[in-house]
C-alpha cells in the first residue's frame, strides 16, 4: 500500500520505512520557527526545563523572526522582541530578522519561504498555526504551543500523531477574476471550519500546477481555517525553481503514491469557482461575492501572511489601477521585500505605489502583521470602533481585527480592491472585462 | 487531582470558541511564563465572548472565575496556536473544557501544558446544560454527571495521548520513557 507525500515526510524524519494515520511518533524537526508573541514564552518553557544555560539543539535549525507587535508604543511588546534580541546573542543564532536593523523582514511565514528557510520534504514547526503556509512548498509544516516548541527547542524533536489525508483534486483553468484565495474560502465553506481537523489537507490538480508559489501559499495557509493539520502541495518544477533560487541547501522531493490512501477525495473543477466572500463571523460563512453585494463596506484591508505578498498587490493594483477608491484602503506588505517590489514593479508603466496612491489608499504601512490580528490599540488598521472591514486576511471570528463591534469579511485582493471602489461587497469581475 | 474527579459549576459556550475570544490578541504583550503576567493572563480568560454573553466568565472586578468548567459545543479552540489560550483558561481556575470536538492545537497545548483537561463528549452538553449548573467529571468512570438530576453523560476514550496526560506532560512523558534527562 502507497503512502501520501505528508505520510512519507513523515517516515523519513523519524527514521522509519513507513508510518500510518493515527500513530504517534518522534519526528525530527528541520527548522523551528518563532516569533515575538510565543518566543519569550517559548524560551521561558526552554530554560525552565534544560536550564539557564542550556543551548539549542541547532543553532542554524531556530529562525526567529519578531512580526506580530512591532509599530506600536505598547512596552511590553518592546520588552518582548528585546527578549527576543538577548536570547538570540546568547545562542549565536545566525537567522533573526531584527526590527530596526537592516536584517528585519517581516511577516515570519512570507519571511521563511523567501530567506530560503523552506524546503521541499523537510518538517517545519512554528509558533503559529499559519505555519501551516509552507506545506506550498513540499514539506510538513505545522503550528505548535510554546510547551512544544520549548521542547524542539532543546531537543529538535516532536512526539506527534500522524494525520490522514484529504485530497482536493483541481482541475482546468481558474475563470478571470478568481485567486487562490477564493479557491480555498470555498474549499473551508464546503467543509466548514472543522471539516478538516487533525488531518493534512492535499492539494493537487492541473489548477493547482497552474498556480505560482504565492498563491500555493495562500491555498495552505488557510488549511488550519477548517482545522487541518498541515496543507500541502507537491513540489515540481516551479517549487524548485523556487526553492533553488533563495538558498543552495539541499533538498528531497517527495510525492504521494498512485496507491496511497486517502480518508476522502475530493474534486473540483476550475471553471465552477467565482469570486466569493467570508461573511462574520466565521471563515466557513462563505457566500458569492456577487450575492453579498448588498453588504456595504466602511474600510479594505490588503495585507497579512495570506494577502500581503508581491502577488496579491499586483492583483489590487489591476483593479485599482485608473478608479477611485470611496473607502479607507489600508495597505500592509507583508515583508520589506513585498515593500520594495510594490515601488519597482509596474502595471502599464506605473508602479503599484503610484497606482495605490492615485486611486487615493493610506499610504502603505510597515511591514508586520498589523491589524490581521487586532493587536495594540494603536495598530495600523485596527478597527477599533464597529468598523465593517473587506480584508484579504484568513480570519473573522469575532473582534478578530480588533473591537468586539468590528465585523471581518474575507476575501481575494480582487474583491477587496472591488469593493474599496463601490464601498459595498463588489464581484470584480464587473470591472476586469 | 482527588480521585480522578474535578466537580463544580459550568460556564456554558457555543460552537467554534476561537482563540481570540478566549483570550483577544492586544494581550498577548503578556508571556505566560511571568508569574504576574501568567495570572494577568487569567484575568481577561474569554473576555473576548461577544456582548451577549450576558453573563461574564470573569465577574467585574474579579481576576478569577467561579465556573472551573467551560462547555463548548464543536470545535473549541480553533484559529491560532496561541498557549496564551489554555494558559489563560487555566489561570483562571479553570480545570476542564468539556466539547464535542476541540482544535486540535488548542487540544494539543492543553495537554502539553497541563493547564485544563479537555473533555470530549459524544452529545452536545453546552445545549442541556445551562451557566451555574454543578457538574462532577469522573476520569475514571469516564462520565460527566450532572448534580440537581443526577443524569450521567458519557465522555470519549482519549486514546494514545492519555499517556501524555497521565505523565504530567510531554517533558515528563519524554523523560519518563528515557527521550531526555
Not at chain 1, 35 to 53: Q, S
Not at chain 1, 115 to 127: A, D, I, N, Q, S
Not at chain 1, 336 to 343: D, L, R, T
Not at chain 1, 356 to 373: I, Y
Amino acid at each position: 500500500m502507497g503512502m501520501t507525500i505528508t505520510e512519507k515526510i513523515l517516515a523519513s524524519a523519524s527514521g522509519r520505512e513507513r508510518v500510518s494515520p493515527g500513530e504517534n511518533i518522534w519526528v525530527s524537526a528541520d527548522i523551528l520557527m518563532t516569533h515575538d508573541v510565543c518566543g519569550p514564552g517559548t524560551i521561558g518553557v526552554f530554560k525552565r526545563e534544560f536550564g539557564e544555560k542550556a543551548k539549542v539543539w541547532d543553532s542554524e535549525g531556530v529562525v526567529i523572526i519578531p512580526d506580530h507587535y512591532i509599530f506600536t508604543a505598547d512596552e511590553k511588546c518592546h520588552r518582548n522582541v528585546d527578549a527576543l534580541r538577548t536570547f538570540v546573542k546568547e545562542q549565536k543564532l545566525p537567522y533573526f530578522y531584527d526590527p530596526g536593523t537592516s536584517s528585519y523582514s517581516g511577516v515570519c511565514h512570507v519571511t521563511l519561504p523567501e530567506k530560503g528557510h523552506c524546503r521541499p520534504g523537510e518538517v517545519l514547526f512554528g509558533t503559529d498555526s499559519h505555519t501551516c503556509t509552507h506545506g506550498a512548498l513540499g514539506e510538513f509544516a505545522t503550528g505548535i504551543g510554546n510547551t512544544d516548541a520549548g521542547f524542539v527547542m532543546g531537543t529538535g524533536k516532536l512526539l506527534i500523531k500522524v494525520p490522514p489525508t484529504i485530497k482536493f483534486i483541481i482541475d482546468g483553468k481558474l475563470p478571470k477574476g478568481v485567486t487562490a484565495k477564493d479557491i480555498i474560502l470555498r474549499i473551508i465553506g464546503d467543509i466548514g471550519v472543522d471539516g478538516a481537523t487533525y488531518c493534512a489537507m492535499e492539494f493537487a490538480g492541473t489548477t493547482i500546477e497552474g498556480l505560482s508559489v504565492e498563491e500555493r501559499m495562500t491555498i495552505c495557509n488557510m488549511a488550519i481555517e477548517a482545522g487541518g493539520k498541515n496543507g500541502i502541495i507537491a513540489p515540481d518544477e516551479k517549487t524548485i525553481e523556487y526553492v533553488k533560487s533563495k538558498t543552495s541547501k539541499p533538498f528531497k522531493c517527495f510525492h504521494s503514491d498512485p496507491d496511497a490512501q486517502y480518508l476522502t477525495v475530493r474534486r473540483y473543477k476550475a471553471e465552477e469557482f467565482v469570486p466569493v466572500v467570508a461573511l462574520p463571523f466565521s471563515p466557513d460563512n462563505v457566500k458569492s461575492a456577487r450575492e453579498s453585494s448588498q453588504v456595504k463596506i466602511d474600510r479594505s484591508y490588503i495585507g497579512s501572511c495570506t494577502g500581503g505578498k508581491i502577488t496579491d498587490f499586483i492583483f489590487a493594483a489591476e483593479l485599482l489601477k485608473g478608479r477611485k477608491v470611496t473607502v479607507d484602503t489600508f495597505l500592509v506588505p507583508s515583508t520589506v521585500e513585498v515593500e520594495q517590489a510594490m515601488k519597482e514593479i509596474k502595471v502599464d508603466g506605473k508602479t503599484l505605489v503610484e497606482i495605490f496612491a492615485e486611486a487615493g489608499c493610506l499610504d502603505p504601512a510597515p511591514p508586520s502583521c498589523a491589524a490581521c490580528l487586532g493587536g495594540p490599540v494603536d495598530t495600523f488598521g485596527r478597527c477599533n470602533n464597529g468598523e465593517v472591514c473587506v480584508s484579504t486576511t484568513n480570519r473573522n471570528f469575532p473582534g478578530r481585527m480588533g473591537s468586539k463591534d468590528s465585523q471581518t469579511i474575507l476575501a481575494s485582493p480582487y474583491t477587496a480592491a472591488a469593493s474599496a471602489i463601490t464601498g459595498h461587497i463588489t464581484d470584480p469581475r464587473e470591472f476586469l472585462k | 487531582m482527588a480521585d480522578n474527579i474535578i466537580r463544580g459549576k459550568v460556564f456554558i459556550t457555543g460552537d467554534n470558541i476561537d482563540t481570540d475570544q478566549i483570550i483577544p490578541a492586544q494581550y498577548l504583550n503578556l508571556v505566560p511564563t511571568i508569574k504576574e503576567e501568567y495570572k494577568k493572563l487569567g484575568s481577561y480568560a474569554l473576555c473576548g465572548l461577544p456582548d451577549e454573553y450576558s453573563t461574564r466568565y470573569i465577574a467585574e472586578g474579579k481576576t478569577r472565575t467561579e465556573y472551573p468548567i467551560i462547555i463548548g459545543g464543536s470545535n473549541f479552540g480553533c484559529g491560532s496556536s496561541r498557549e496564551h489560550a489554555p494558559i489563560s483558561l487555566g489561570a483562571a481556575g479553570c480545570k476542564a473544557v468539556i466539547a464535542k470536538s476541540f482544535a486540535r492545537i488548542f487540544f494539543r497545548n492543553c495537554i502539553a501544558t497541563g493547564e485544563v483537561y479537555p473533555v470530549e463528549t459524544p452529545e452536545d452538553l453546552n445545549k442541556m446544560l445551562k451557566t451555574g449548573d454543578e457538574v462532577e467529571i469522573n476520569f475514571n468512570a469516564r462520565t460527566v454527571k450532572v448534580m440537581s438530576s443526577g443524569k450521567v453523560y458519557n465522555t470519549n476514550d482519549l486514546g494514545a495521548v492519555k499517556e501524555v496526560i497521565d505523565a504530567g506532560g510531554i517533558f515528563s512523558f519524554a523523560r519518563n520513557s528515557g527521550m531526555i534527562k
